[in-house]
């Protein structure tokens, strides 16, 4: 059965940071690749950054660029989110999903196969 677990959530003041994980169980962690997700208050799920460890390539949404570092550790099956200078825009419940090897660049919600519960963040401004 394909888990995939996100924690980290949280309030923060703007400015501060935080890092998400997201453990994965149930399938080849490096044969697919992982990605975090958003959706603020009231809009559609939007993708944040995405990583594949096969063809070792990430992907950023221009916002996201230069603020978050999305990176993997094959040992433990967990692909983390860290993310600096957040801002009151950042708040959102964080998604991760999972597909089978594609390149980063697609990280899209409809790419999806498995995804994680949410995980809240919140920033104060």
């Known amino acids: 059965e394909v888990q995939l677990q996100a924690s980290g959530g949280g309030l923060v003041q703007a400015g501060g940071s935080l890092r998400l994980s997201c453990a994965a169980s149930g399938f080849t962690f490096a044969d697919f690749t992982l990605g975090w997700f958003r959706q603020p208050p009231g809009k559609d799920r939007e993708g944040v950054s995405c990583?594949?460890?096969?063809?070792?390539?990430?992907y950023y949404a221009d916002s996201m660029k230069g603020r978050f570092t999305i990176s993997s550790d094959t040992a433990k099956n967990t692909v983390y989110l860290q993310m600096f200078n957040l801002k009151p825009e950042d708040t959102a419940v964080y998604y991760c999903?999972?597909?089978?090897?594609?390149?980063?660049?697609?990280?899209?919600?409809?790419?999806?196969?498995?995804w994680g519960q949410g995980t809240l963040v919140t920033v104060s401004s």
């Open positions: 990583i594949s460890s096969s063809e070792g390539t990430t």
């Open positions: 999903a999972a597909w089978y090897e594609s390149p980063a660049g697609t990280c899209r919600p409809v790419m999806a196969s498995y």
